[in-house]
């Protein structure tokens, strides 16, 4: 048997430490590794730009629970990957991203594509690190994918000069095989501290639990659900934090967030970050005298902002939360409080107006009314107790928007631009989401309802400007096979469009090429009128649909979701160019006239 080679060594220890998917885009020299995986039966979807790719590798980790794995060439595609990068350290999700790199003799003499990746992403990586040796790949490939996990994850990062993926190894009995990473160990907290949190909480007029993210890649679920069940404490789930608690639940309050987030004076918060998205537990959103309680994995996060030192706890929210509920005992929050009165008042209030905002019949279409026709349509098809869409959304209005039409009654079956707010995600995850759920080794869980199909069908809502970041990824999911149903929420433009008339935009658009001054032209937030995206699908040998009215929407998303390839529906709504530029999320607190600590 010929010695192996560095190509081979690396797609082996990829193999045995459980990998079965890679994605990236290849180029000389990884394509070798490329190759060796697949011939080890590792599956690998090549992407049209490694953002995407990278992105997809980020999603694939937090659905799974382990690192995505990304490979890319050296120099350019370490720097496109680098948006992953980004997006695994912002939202704490797993990523090992593997790069080329010229050959190592000829370091600093402008080899192709010479790039000193190790440096570059020292700052922005767990762990940045080049093989010395063929015989060293096993273990830095095993060392990194296990710090890129354990801990907060993030990213580690190996870089592979050409000269080691294309060697021999000498003697193969010096190479040490790889093997399965377990689990990490997950820490509790100490029974005095449980003890004081659980006096606190039941000391509370108005508790709330906070549910973010990262209960739901902890898989934290069913401790969680038994902690609302038995202590009838209400709760708000972040946007991905959807689902690790039923939206139909009675104890959710998403549907009056700004009446739970004024009152509550304790609030727990579960795998929860205090930054913008919770407005830094800060007033007027939040009532001054609130006590932040925050359980993570990260030691950083707690006292961050309004949280507390004291009763913060380091650990694995699944443990803490089951510790807690002991702790707690027989306890549970009383129903007759004016808390729940308010709430319940307040979610009626809010839910009747998006009630009336789904029916308005306006032609072009509002997002109300769009999201309400595609919600009734996917709900008559495949009820939300089965648990078999999997939604992904991005763009300002669109994300903002849907998060709240849309329920989910199960954990990671939400996806969205996070904490960094990143468009160009959207299609990256759908990708992954495709692959986590519906491939050949599929290695996401989200419980499904008994009559539901084993297959989860990918639904994306894409804003047009979002879909614009990474449109040709259609063509990779039309090469893959990838049955996914994409909504493009387009209005002509970044947050609203110029126009609802085809001659007023023309005239812009003549006004702008002719340089006229003044602001007679197309504004800086304009995109194309009407561009046909549903065309890249057909392109592609995939489906295009164009829905100007709530029946063609009707019939689109009923055709999108049966057929076995990609569709984009390409959903024409109001240009909402007289709307004033805003972001919910951003609707944020005042400037505090003096610096505040944590209450402790």
Request: proline residues 6%; glycine residues 10%.
């Amino acid at each position: 048997m010929a010695p192996p080679t560095g190509a081979q060594i690396i797609a082996r220890s990829l193999r045995d430490i459980g990998v079965t998917v890679i994605f990236g885009i290849v180029g000389i020299p990884v394509v070798e590794i490329a190759e060796e995986a697949i011939n080890l039966g590792i599956r690998f979807i090549g992407f049209r730009n490694e953002q995407a790719a990278s992105y997809a590798a980020s999603a694939y980790g937090y659905l799974t629970g382990k690192p995505g794995v990304c490979l890319v060439v050296g120099g350019p595609g370490v720097l496109h990957a680098m948006a992953g990068i980004g997006n695994s350290h912002a939202n704490a999700f797993p990523l090992l991203l593997l790069a080329g790199s010229s050959e190592t003799h000829l370091v600093s003499r402008g080899a192709f594509q010479e790039l000193d990746a190790v440096s570059l992403l020292t700052p922005h990586t767990k762990i940045a690190i080049r093989p010395p040796s063929l015989e060293t790949i096993p273990s830095v490939i095993q060392d990194t994918f296990r710090n890129a996990w354990y801990g907060r994850p993030g990213t580690g990062f190996v870089d592979l000069p050409a000269d080691i993926i294309q060697a021999t190894v000498a003697d193969a009995e010096d190479i040490q095989e790889a093997s399965i990473i377990l689990d990490a160990p997950k820490g509790g907290a100490e029974d005095a501290k449980l003890f004081k949190i659980a006096q606190v909480i039941k000391a509370a007029k108005a508790p709330l639990v906070v549910i973010g993210k990262g209960a739901a890649y902890a898989k934290a679920e069913e401790p969680i659900r038994e902690l609302i069940d038995r202590s009838k404490i209400p709760f708000l789930p972040t946007p991905m934090g959807k689902g690790v608690v039923a939206d139909s639940h009675p104890a959710n309050t998403a549907s009056a967030r700004s009446t739970a987030l004024k009152e509550a004076d304790v609030v727990l918060v579960l795998g929860a970050r205090l930054n913008w998205i919770l407005h830094f537990g800060d007033e007027p959103k939040w009532s001054p005298d609130a006590q932040f309680i925050q359980v993570d994995i990260s030691p950083e996060e707690i006292g961050r902002n309004r949280g507390s030192n004291e009763l913060g706890i380091v650990g694995d929210v699944g443990v803490v939360v089951s510790q807690l509920t002991r702790a707690l005992g027989s306890w549970h929050y009383a129903s007759s409080s004016s808390y729940l009165q308010h709430l319940s008042s307040a979610k009626a209030k809010n839910e009747a107006v998006a009630a009336k905002k789904a029916q308005e019949n306006k032609i072009p279409m509002t997002y109300a009314q769009a999201f309400g026709t595609i919600k009734t349509t996917l709900h008559r098809l495949s009820p939300p107790s089965d648990a078999a869409i999997v939604y992904v959304s991005e763009g300002a209005n669109t994300m903002d928007i849907s998060r709240s039409i849309f329920p989910v009654e199960q954990p990671r079956l939400r996806l969205d631009a996070g904490t960094h707010a990143t468009m160009g995600v959207g299609l990256g995850y759908a990708i992954a989401a495709h692959a986590a759920y519906n491939g050949i080794s599929a290695e996401a869980s989200s419980p499904s309802g008994p009559a539901a199909p084993q297959k989860k069908k990918i639904v994306a809502l894409e804003g047009d400007s979002a879909f614009g970041f990474s449109a040709m990824e259609i063509e990779t999911m039309a090469r893959y096979g990838m049955d996914i149903l994409v909504f493009v929420i387009n209005n002509g433009g970044v947050y609203h469009g110029d126009s609802d008339d085809a001659a007023a935009w023309l005239a812009l658009q003549k006004s702008t090429a002719a340089g006229v001054k003044g602001g007679g032209g197309l504004r800086s937030t304009s995109l194309g009128w009407e561009v046909g995206y549903e065309k890249i699908a057909e392109a592609c040998g995939g489906k295009g649909f164009v829905a100007r009215s709530p029946a063609d929407l009707e019939a689109a998303t009923e055709e999108g979701f049966r057929a076995g390839c990609v569709c984009v529906v390409n959903v024409m709504i109001e240009a909402g160019s007289a709307t004033k530029l805003a972001f919910g999320w951003q609707a944020s607190s005042k400037k505090p006239k003096g610096k505040r600590g944590p209450k402790l």
